[in-house]
Nanobody, 125 residues
């Protein structure tokens, strides 16, 4: 059974940077980051397939965030730059493990069946 553990969340000032990590145990077809801000619905942020040549981003983070697999560490990282207050929220790592190697589905932030517990990111002055 795949397990996911997020880390790296903390308080940061607007314009700053953070790197979130998701430690992955087990095989996954794809990994994505989602976030939930207080009082808002969950939002997809970024996804990566079996290699770093397969990535997708929400429009709100495109050009500021980078998702990547680190096979040496069995982890997926989310590098977040030029952070804004609206990036505040709990960030969850999710894995697609049951749907087969179909990047088209995972790319659309669909088919994620295993979730971590989340890490809090707060962007404020």
């Amino acid at each position: 059974q795949v397990q996911l553990v997020e880390s790296g969340g903390r308080w940061v000032q607007p314009g700053g940077s953070l790197r979130l990590s998701c430690a992955v145990s087990g095989f996954t077809y794809a990994i994505a980051w989602f976030r939930r801000a207080p009082g808002k619905i969950q939002e997809a942020v970024a996804a990566v397939g079996s290699s770093n040549s397969e990535t997708n981003y929400a429009q709100s983070v495109k050009g500021r965030f980078t998702i990547s697999r680190d096979t040496a560490e069995n982890a997926v990282h989310l590098q977040m730059n030029r952070l804004k207050p609206e990036d505040t929220g709990v960030y969850y790592c999710a894995a697609g493990t049951l749907g087969g190697p179909w990047w088209g589905r995972y790319r659309s932030f669909d088919g994620y069946d295993t979730w971590g517990r989340g890490t809090q990111v707060t962007v404020s002055s």
